[in-house]
């Protein structure tokens, strides 16, 4: 007899069906992943394709043509990452509205203002013959996944999106906006021209490097109070919605000659710096046609290695953090707004209007179709006009970037590049590169080794583009662009290796300006450290040297500010409890660390008792909170350690008039105030503070992590190391819930050794190689990766494959036929 007929009744209709469902849907998503091996008809090849799969997901494609290599690559990025680059052509066209609602609108209208497609199609004619086939190839391989009718990935289903046909011109936007990645420092501009209206040259010295240009820069510009704070958010935003600039956008890489290996071969290390996300924006790829050879990391919409290596030579880089950026003030006619003046004449503004398609909230479905949002979008000779995304009418304010010129033949050099057999050809092929700005570095199979500057930097008549200028004054104007042969460059020195780490590439007596902007030389020193110990204590260098400095996590400037920190005589019992944590520590951001956590939340607060006190009634007057806590968060630890030794009472003083604080006094506040707040979050006991529970690295999902619902199956998070100052590099905010969030770090590392006998290639992606969910290749490498471990690449084909795939042509396709845009 049954004793709860209510209760089951309850369970037959309502559960069952629900557990049904839950497994339908799930064997429908499963059903979503490509085929693990495959033979697949496609047209567009000149023969078969055989692409084998490593147990890591890695293919290793063999083909008889170089053009059939992009072609597969196009098939396998789709296959693998199609939702990545639906998401990126989107974020690239300024669409993502249409799919993702109210929260992108304003992202997608600051892309619709810098119309980065545009650009990409003034780039087309300029390449050559080589890099269009091979574009279209791309694209065409692209278009034959989709012509198979394959079932999507779970996000097309989820949100009602239809992938479309793939473009050339996809590709080269997609190319545009990793460069506005790595070359957002108009934000910077912004920053220091709003900080300078309240603060002296000796106060603005913490936040920038600084000099009499932010007082002259050619002109000085008085602006309404409402425009000055128009203009600070407008920077914190777009760093915010773009994931442009910010001070810790870079990499890392060095190289060491073959005079200080064991075999006379030299040794490439690179570890790129950008946000975390799954699946991150490399793909790992082995591949060989008639003249191509190479092996390591695509960029996901690109058929090409951007950084790895052929039979000769290998390549790595770093963002070079040049000022190719500058603010524009422009002067309009009160009578006629879309006027504005150069020199002594008015110049009509280039105007026209976007149209945004903006999806109904949740559930879409069920509510009426939103009302597309018309954004005007005006231009002037210097650039599109930024300032009118957030409604800064009262000064027009235009970008000029070397990004929107025409002509960008960026890709023709890295494909040639692709093909390079020594550092002359190296340098040949790079002389093409327009934007972003790097720093490559080389090494070859005879164990020489060089770092060669690239991408056009502007060559100004005044100022350095520190601040925004007046447009309205012809001596202003780029005058164009340091040459090639005068950007900075390395060929093997006599120390037998080169560093870059984002730090000044440039001697004192460089005749150029390139950047206000580097990175503090904390990584850089840490590295060349390692390298010098390692030669010095074992004679050699060798690929076990390498991983170690890749996965180090010691902060050169918390070591140095220790004796400082440890010199204070604290008033209270818990203030000296909590420093003791620091007596034996040498500045190593392990995550088991809790001294590394002490000194983390100790340094945040020291950053906001410094700089708060003086900065927040003029910047929460304007409302502008958010942008000041960042400016203060972008305090390097450099130029706090300066700070703290030399006292000299700009901020705080050794000794100061009674009702004053001290640098010791705020230092005991903010101790005072980190101690709390870690109790706080993880107890009284400071064991239980160990800098991996407080620290976690988020890799998230577009746009899946937003949805706490969905956040498990798309997001993936783990305990994380590392500072902004060490190799393993970290950057993170602070949530007072949660304790420290890293959402940026290195997203692949790679060393590759050219042996006198076996090469040595390791690497390793921080996400899978796989975007599905469901597949066992969408976060497998970020476990090892966390671990620091890597994959071992082989040329060739791997010699057990876990699966492949044959592409094999329903008709002849001629090489050299192209189709274009």
């Known amino acids: 007899m049954n004793r709860f007929p209510l209760l089951s009744r309850f369970a037959f209709t309502l559960l069952l069906p629900l557990a049904l469902l839950t497994i339908g849907s799930w064997i429908y998503l499963r059903s979503s992943l490509p085929p693990q091996d495959a033979r697949v008809d496609v047209a567009g090849l000149s023969a078969p394709v055989d692409v084998r799969f490593d147990r890591s997901g890695v293919p290793h494609i063999s083909a008889a043509t170089d053009h059939d290599v992009f072609f597969a690559m196009g098939y396998l990025h789709a296959r693998d990452r199609l939702w990545q680059m639906e998401v990126q052509r989107r974020f690239a066209r300024g669409t993502l509205s249409e799919v993702m609602g109210e929260a992108t609108l304003q992202q997608d209208v600051m892309m619709r203002t810098l119309d980065l497609p545009s650009a990409a199609a003034t780039a087309w ?63 910077r501009e912004l920053a220091r021209y709003v900080a300078s209206q309240s603060l002296t040259q000796a106060e603005l010295a913490i936040f920038f490097e600084v000099d009499d240009e932010v007082e002259t820069a050619g002109v000085t510009v008085a ?193 040639q590049l692709n093909y390079a057999t020594n550092w002359n050809d190296f340098r040949q092929a790079l002389s093409l590169y327009v934007t972003p700005t790097l720093n490559m570095l080389f090494a070859d199979r005879h164990g020489n080794i060089g770092m060669q500057g690239v991408g056009r930097v502007p060559l100004r008549a005044v100022g350095k583009g520190a601040i925004p200028t007046a447009g309205w004054m012809p001596e202003t104007e780029w005058m164009g662009f340091i040459d090639f042969d005068e950007m900075p460059r390395e060929y093997n020195p006599s120390r037998g290796y080169i560093v870059s780490a984002n730090n000044r590439n440039t001697r004192e007596d460089y005749p150029h300006f390139i950047s206000d902007d580097w990175a503090p030389p904390g990584r850089a020193a ?121 006292q000299d009472g700009t901020w705080c003083g050794r000794t100061v008039p009674p009702g004053q604080r001290s640098c010791d006094d705020v230092l005991a506040t903010a101790l005072e105030a980190a101690v709390k707040e870690l109790e706080k979050l993880a107890g009284p006991d400071p064991e239980d503070w160990s800098w991996g529970r407080l620290h976690r690295a988020y890799y998230a999902h577009t746009p899946f992590s937003q949805i706490k619902a969905t956040r498990p199956f798309f997001e993936r998070s783990g305990p994380g190391g590392g500072s902004a100052d060490t190799i393993d590099v970290a950057d993170s905010s602070f949530d007072p819930a949660t304790g420290y969030r ?46 620091g471990q890597y994959l071992s690449v082989r040329a060739g084909t791997p010699v057990s494959p876990a699966s492949t795939i044959t592409l094999v042509p329903v008709n002849a396709a001629h090489p050299d036929s192209q189709s274009g845009p």
């Open 125 to 187: 004619p300029a390449l050559g013959g080589p890099a269009q086939i091979s574009l279209q190839a791309y694209a065409d391989g692209v278009n034959a996944w989709l012509a198979s009718e394959p079932r999507l990935p779970p996000e097309f289903t989820l949100l009602g999106v239809k992938p479309s046909r793939w473009t050339v011109i996809d590709s080269l936007a997609w190319q545009k906006v990793f460069s506005l990645q790595l070359s957002g420092n108009f934000s």
């Open 223 to 415: 602006m309404p109070s409402a425009s000055v704070a128009g203009l600070s958010r407008l920077g914190g935003a777009m760093e915010r919605t773009l994931g442009t600039g910010g001070h810790f956008v870079g990499s890392n890489a060095w190289v060491v000659s073959g005079r200080h290996s064991g075999d006379g071969g030299a040794t490439l290390a690179n570890d790129p710096h950008l946000g975390l996300h799954l699946p991150s924006v490399w793909y790992a790829v082995v591949q060989k046609g008639d003249r191509l050879d190479t092996a390591g990391m695509s960029l996901v919409g690109l058929p090409l290695v951007v950084f790895g290596r052929n039979r000769d030579i290998a390549w790595g880089g770093t963002s070079m953090t040049a000022d190719v950026q500058d603010l524009y003030f422009e002067q309009t006619d009160p009578a006629h707004p879309e006027r504005y003046r150069f020199g002594e004449e008015w110049h009509q503004m280039q105007t026209r209007v976007e149209t945004v398609q903006v999806k109904a909230e949740f559930p879409a479905g069920l509510r009426p179709p939103r009302t597309p949002v018309k954004a005007v979008v005006r231009s002037s000779r210097h650039g599109p006009v930024i300032s009118d995304v957030l409604g800064v009418k009262t000064q027009p304010t235009a970008l000029r970037w070397t990004a929107l010129d025409p002509g960008d033949t960026s890709y023709d050099s890295i494909l």
């Open 526 to 646: 840490r590295i060349e450290q390692l390298i010098r110990t390692q030669i010095e204590t074992h004679g050699t260098f060798d690929v076990a040297a390498s991983r170690a400095m890749q996965a180090d996590r010691t902060s050169l400037p918390a070591r140095a500010i220790l004796p400082r920190l440890l010199g204070v005589a604290y008033p209270q019992p818990r203030q000296r409890e909590a420093v003791a944590l620091l007596r034996d520590w040498n500045g190593e951001m392990s995550d088991d660390s809790q001294a590394a956590t002490l000194f983390s939340a100790w340094m945040a607060h020291l950053r906001t008792e410094l700089f708060s006190r003086r900065l927040q009634a003029d910047w929460l007057q304007r409302g502008d909170a958010q942008h000041l806590d960042a400016l203060i968060g972008g305090v390097s630890q450099e130029a706090l350690n300066s700070l703290l030794t030399v």
């Open 742 to 787: 890293q959402t940026f770090g290195a997203t692949f590392r790679q060393i590759i050794h050219f042996g006198s006998g076996q090469d040595t290639h390791l690497l390793i992606n921080s996400s899978g190689q796989s975007g599905h969910p469901l597949s066992r290749h969408y976060a497998d490498m970020n476990q090892q990766f966390s671990a």
